[in-house]
C-alpha cells in the first residue's frame, strides 16, 4: 500500500512497480509499521476465516513475507509458498518459506492448490491493464483447493476519510461523466532514504473490483471496510479500504 500524489519535482520513475520495490526494499518494514494497526485488523480478519485444517497458503505479491508467516502461524498452516518478483524482496524472506521468483501475471506456471491465497496491500492496484487484474483473480479461483479462500485488499477509490471529501467527489463525478478504466491510474509515491521515488497503480471502486471477480469466477462471499489509519473497522465504504473474502464462483453470492 502507498500513497499518491501529483508530483511537481523530477523524481525516480520506476515504470515497472518490480523496480520500484527492489528500491523501497531497504524501508519497506518502516513503512510497513507505519501502517501496522490497519495491517493487524487485516490479518485478524484474514486469520479467522481461513478454513480449519487448512494446510497450505500462497501469498502473491509477499513482500518480504512478514506477513505472509504471521498470518500462517496463527492459522495453523504449516505450507507457506511466496510469490514476490523483487529480488530484494526476496533476501528478507523467512527462511521456512518457499519462494517463489515470478509476477502474479505468471501464476499460470503454477501447478498446485491451495487452501488459502492473500494478495495484500493493495498488490493488485500494481498489476496492468485491467485484463490482468481479472486473469491473475482467475488464476486465484484455479489455484483454490475446493474450499479455499482467496483473501485481497485494495485501495478504495472513495475513500473520503483518506483522500479527503473534495478529492473524492471529484473522483466520484467523473467516473459518473466519463467512465473508463484508466480513471483508478495513479501514481504512487515513496521516500526512501530522504529522496522520493514514483511507480504506476491503480485504486478501486467496489463495483470494479466485484466486476473483476465475476469475470475471473469467484463470488465475494464477504467485504470489508477498514480505516487505513487507525485499522478500525467502519460500517460505510467511503470511510476506509476494501477486504475482499472470495470463494470459487457459485450460483448465489451474498454481496
Known amino acids: 500500500m502507498w500513497t499518491e500524489r501529483a508530483i511537481m519535482v523530477s523524481v525516480p520513475d520506476y515504470t515497472d512497480p518490480v523496480c520500484a520495490y527492489d528500491c523501497l526494499a531497504p524501508e519497506f518494514a518502516c513503512l510497513a509499521c507505519h501502517h501496522r494497526a490497519y495491517f493487524d485488523t487485516i490479518d485478524r480478519l484474514i486469520t479467522v476465516q481461513i478454513p480449519p485444517g487448512s494446510h497450505s497458503l500462497l501469498d502473491v ?11 500462517a502461524e496463527f492459522a495453523g498452516c504449516p505450507e507457506l509458498v511466496l510469490l514476490e518478483p523483487s529480488a530484494a524482496m526476496r533476501a528478507r524472506a523467512p527462511k521456512h518459506a518457499k519462494v517463489l521468483d515470478m509476477r502474479a501475471e505468471d501464476l499460470a506456471r503454477v501447478d498446485a492448490q491451495f487452501d488459502a491465497i492473500t494478495c495484500l496491500w493493495n498488490v493488485l492496484g500494481h498489476i496492468f491493464p485491467a485484463a490482468a487484474r481479472a486473469e491473475v483473480l482467475r488464476q486465484f ?4 483447493s ?8 485494495v485501495s478504495h477509490r472513495y475513500n473520503a476519510q483518506h483522500y479527503g471529501v473534495l478529492p473524492t467527489a471529484g473522483r466520484f463525478l467523473r467516473d459518473r461523466l ?4 484508466r480513471n483508478g491510474d495513479v501514481t504512487v509515491t515513496w521516500k526512501v532514504a530522504g529522496v522520493p521515488c514514483t511507480t504506476p497503480g491503480h485504486v478501486f471502486t467496489h463495483a470494479e ?3 473483476l471477480c465475476r469475470v475471473a ?8 471496510v477498514v480505516d487505513y489509519a487507525t485499522g478500525v473497522p467502519r460500517r460505510w465504504s467511503f470511510q476506509g479500504h476494501l477486504l475482499y473474502v472470495l470463494r470459487r464462483q457459485s450460483h448465489t ?3
Do not use: E, H, M
Not at 141 to 144: I, P
Not at 146 to 153: N, S
Not at 178 to 181: D, G, K, L, R
Open 146 to 153: 475446493p474450499q479455499g479462500v482467496a483473501f485481497v485488499d
Open 61 to 71: 505479491g509477499a513482500g518480504d513475507g512478514t506477513r505472509a508467516s504471521r498470518i
Open 209 to 211: 473490483f466485484a466486476a
Open 178 to 181: 466519463a467512465p473508463n478504466q
Open 253 to 255: 453470492s451474498s454481496i
Open 141 to 144: 479461483a484455479r489455484l483454490l
Open 217 to 224: 469466477g469467484l463470488d465475494i462471499a464477504r467485504r470489508y
